[in-house]
């Protein structure tokens, strides 16, 4: 599966670009990814989302606006996007754009986005309703902040769980088979099979 990732805003966070048989779907929505698309002059038509942490969030009103694609995103995830003071219920000074989803996304062993089929994993303990999406056919993980390469997503945000993280990746992320390779939301990607080995957190070593 080919992609094409972009990393924006001050906490660097990836978004990845799929081509799927019948359009382009974008990956979370960091600071800066509508101009990178604007750029790209690409066609989206779909915009789907790990989780709703501010800096995966923070251009989907102006991308939907741009593009006028459909937005998919976990029940949990919606409010984070819709609701502008979600942030600053927890005491963060943060405000976003509000953006509506289109459509939920939830754990589910089989769904066609634009013709590519993913299997949907719901794997929360960084964040509630955190999904990883994940193409058989491609090999590849589209994981949001859950495992990074030497890394895990945080767990002591609001809603955070590091036992649900842990034996999330464990028993989710793990049995996808060690060539698969992860796309995480910060720094560069990695492979199942190099996690599974030598990740501090989370290792069977
Ligand atoms: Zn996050
Ligand atoms: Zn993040």
Not at 7 to 19: A, D, I, P, R
Not at 60 to 77: D, E, S
Not at 134 to 153: C, H, R
């Amino acid at each position: 599966m080919i992609y094409e990732a972009f990393c924006g805003g001050v906490f660097e966070t990836n978004c990845y670009l799929v081509s799927a048989p019948e359009g382009t779907i974008l990956f979370d929505a960091p600071q800066g990814a509508c101009e990178w698309l604007e750029r790209k002059d690409v066609d989206l038509k779909l915009l789907l989302l790990t989780h709703g942490h501010i800096d995966h969030v923070q251009d989907v009103a102006k991308i939907k606006r741009r593009f006028n694609c459909q937005i998919g995103c976990h029940p949990l995830t919606a409010p984070m996007i819709s609701d502008k003071d979600f942030f600053r219920n927890f005491g963060f000074e943060l405000e976003i754009e509000p953006a509506k989803a289109d459509f939920f996304v939830e754990e589910t062993p089989a769904r066609n986005f634009l013709g590519s089929e993913f299997r949907v994993l719901e794997v929360p303990g960084h964040c509630p309703g955190s999904l990883c999406f994940f193409s058989q056919k491609g090999e590849l993980l589209i994981g949001g902040d859950v495992l990074f390469a030497s890394g895990v997503g945080r767990w002591d945000l609001p809603g955070g769980d590091v036992d649900l993280l842990f034996s999330g990746i464990r028993e989710k992320l793990f049995p996808l088979g060690d060539a698969v390779t992860v796309l995480p939301g910060h720094g560069p990607p990695t492979k199942i099979g190099t996690e599974r080995l030598t990740n501090p957190f989370v290792s069977e070593q």
